[in-house]
């Protein structure tokens, strides 16, 4: 049995001076960070694996670039079902902004905590000291959108964000 032999080098330079779709979008850019917020917890029976979280609040930064000629026209950010938008006019041509998100408790669910802030008995000299800490990385995800528009073209990126949250135990003065 005889193979012939070819040569994939005319398929390869075809593809490496196409445009990609791809290309095209990385150069609007769109980032998204946000500072764990602090949880003051109260301490839970030791049965209790999920902690039930309380209302969370978020600064955002956002840094956003459109592409010449295209400028930016929204920004979009949602964590769970809150959401939130800037128009163009509220950017005034800059695509950089803080925004403040407050997720009420009912859109989050328990998390799973094992041996965390449990109560202890009031003689058991190895309790925990006061002000215990546990950061939950990853607990939510932040999910933005940049609409960059010239004329009549427009072209959307979006990015997601990790969001921890710390947990403070406050298990109160003994005094």
């Known amino acids: 049995m005889r193979m012939k032999a070819f040569s994939l080098a005319p398929l390869a330079a075809l593809l490496a001076s196409a445009p ?17 917020p602090d949880v003051a917890v109260s301490p839970r029976a030791p049965e209790r694996n999920s902690l039930p979280l309380p209302t969370l609040e978020y600064v955002f930064a956002l840094n956003a670039t459109c592409a010449e000629p295209f400028g930016p026209s929204s920004i979009s950010l949602a964590v769970a079902d809150t959401r939130r938008s800037l128009s163009g006019d509220e950017l005034d ?26 109560e202890v008995p009031a003689e058991d000299s190895s309790a925990p000291a006061e002000g215990e800490r546990l950061t939950l990385p990853a607990t939510l995800s932040a999910h933005a959108s940049l609409l960059c528009v010239s004329g009549s073209e427009q072209e959307i990126i979006y990015t997601s964000a990790p969001l921890d949250v710390t947990l403070i135990c406050n298990r109160g003065n003994s005094d």
């Open 20 to 36: 990609s779709h791809a290309d095209d979008l990385r150069r609007h850019v769109l980032q998204v960070s946000a500072a764990a």
């Open 93 to 118: 041509g800059n695509a950089s902004a803080e925004i403040t998100l407050i997720v009420p408790a009912d859109q989050l669910a328990p998390v799973p905590v094992a041996e965390f802030c449990v």
